[in-house]
């Protein structure tokens, strides 16, 4: 009996989740905090993206994508060359469309806060903790101050309890001064 009513719960659970995700499918992912995100990253950068390209790795096996991003703050870590490259899976070459769920979405123009870290054993730049890492910068219409915004769409458990967790806007300002904080507290 006790099996079954396991069995039944464990139901209710992946019904939730699949009903309240719409068409769209839901990974579930562990919520990295603001902490865990400066600490394990190399570095983190405010700047613009100006070129965003696609293309098959050499095997022809997979698709990445190659985010270039015009770097007006260094927030933290070594000091890069006025552009960054970020490199991470999924996009279109062609008629051919490869998505990685939960990673990040850049637009050309967007002016991005990002977290990043090298690949292991390769010369190549990544989003820290995956969509966690970035953050788009917009202008609040009500003070005209840039604010934080995170496309993550989280879903937090509650003891048994599953909701999506209110994002809470940011200003840039306020954001980069708790980042530099953090990371002056490892010194």
Not at 3 to 28: D, P
Not at 35 to 43: G, M, N, P, V, Y
Not at 143 to 154: A, D, I, L, N
Request: charged share 30%; hydrophobic share 35%.
């Amino acid at each position: 009996m006790k099996r079954l009513s396991w069995i039944f719960v464990g139901v209710l659970i992946v019904t939730f989740l699949l009903v309240s995700s719409g068409r769209e499918g839901l990974a579930l992912m562990l919520k990295v905090s603001l902490e865990e995100l400066t600490d394990t990253s190399q570095s983190i950068i405010v700047g613009t993206v100006t070129d965003i390209r696609s293309q098959w790795n050499k095997e022809r096996t997979a698709i990445y994508t190659h985010v270039t991003i015009s770097v007006e703050e260094q927030v933290k870590g070594t000091s890069y060359p006025r552009e960054v490259t970020i490199r991470q899976p999924g996009g279109k070459v062609g008629d051919i469309r490869m998505k990685v769920s939960d990673m990040p979405t850049f637009k050309k123009g967007e002016e991005v806060v990002v977290f990043l870290e090298m690949e292991k054993g390769k010369e190549v730049l990544r989003v820290t903790g995956m969509m966690q890492g970035k953050f788009s910068v917009k202008i609040d219409p009500t003070t005209g101050e840039k604010v934080m915004v995170s496309e993550e769409k989280v879903l937090v458990s509650s003891g048994c309890n599953l909701y999506r967790e209110e994002q809470k806007e940011v200003s840039l300002e306020e954001f980069v001064k708790k980042i530099k904080a953090i990371s002056q507290r490892k010194k």
